[in-house]
């Protein structure tokens, strides 16, 4: 099983939608959560960190269930610039490395 | 504020051929982490430097090596390179020092392409 696994994708959706992406982890001792977004062909930039209580900014709103070792991103009303790879991101135990999904490609599409 | 830069932005070798790649972080950090990205998969961990030395490795080859000097900079080596060898070589910035957030910011990237 790979450390970090999300939603094979793609996902082309219409302007306006919402919409989710999961994400799973294996290693119970994960400490910190990250959702990257990554534009083709660029680096990955950090979108938002994901904490236990949940958080929100703006359109975007993550979550992260420990028991389960569930993350998710869920966008709402997208925009065409919301196009992009989203990466699901887990640190190590010490925080020390980051372990990346493979990525989920959305498409916003007018 | 200057960002995580890289360099050079794009590199062609040959199999056999040895490269490096360098870096330098964002004003502030300390810590340096080096990843490889392969067209279509999430970046894989390859090392990580902080006060000169290599803190943690991932599953990479001794052909990988780096360094980390006294300015925080840092450069990755890679020997006897590979086809398979061929990706976007990203360097991340950090500040061990500061617990309160392991945030990585990453640089833009050097593209290795191996003929």
């Known amino acids: 099983r790979k450390e970090v696994e999300q939603d094979p994708g793609p996902f082309n959706v219409p302007e306006g939608a919402t919409v989710a992406f999961n994400c799973t982890y294996s290693?119970?001792?994960?400490?910190?959560f990250f959702w990257y977004r990554q534009d083709c062909r660029k680096e990955p930039k950090l979108l938002m960190s994901?904490?236990?209580s949940g958080n929100e900014d703006g359109r975007f709103t993550a979550q992260l269930n420990r028991a389960s070792q569930y993350i998710s991103l869920l966008i709402r009303d997208s925009k065409l610039s919301d196009s992009a790879t989203y990466l699901c991101v887990v640190t190590g135990p010490y925080g020390q490395n980051f372990v990346f999904g493979p990525g989920t490609r959305l498409s916003v599409l007018p | 504020d200057a960002g995580v830069t890289q360099s050079p932005t794009h590199l062609i070798k040959t199999r056999g051929q040895q490269v490096t790649l360098r870096c330098s972080p964002k004003s502030g950090h300390d810590t340096v982490s080096w990843y490889q990205q392969a067209l279509g998969q999430g970046p894989q961990f390859i090392f990580q430097?902080?006060?000169?030395?290599?803190?943690q490795r991932g599953n990479f080859p001794d052909r990988f090596s780096g360094h980390q000097f006294p300015n925080y900079s840092s450069e990755l080596n890679v020997n006897a390179l590979l086809l398979g060898d061929s990706a976007l070589y990203l360097c991340a910035s950090s500040m061990l020092t500061d617990p309160s957030t392991d945030t990585q910011y990453f640089g833009p990237g050097t593209r290795l392409t191996v003929l």
């Open positions: 430097y902080y006060e000169e030395e290599e803190r």
């Open positions: 994901v904490y236990s």
């Open positions: 290693n119970s001792a994960s400490q910190s």
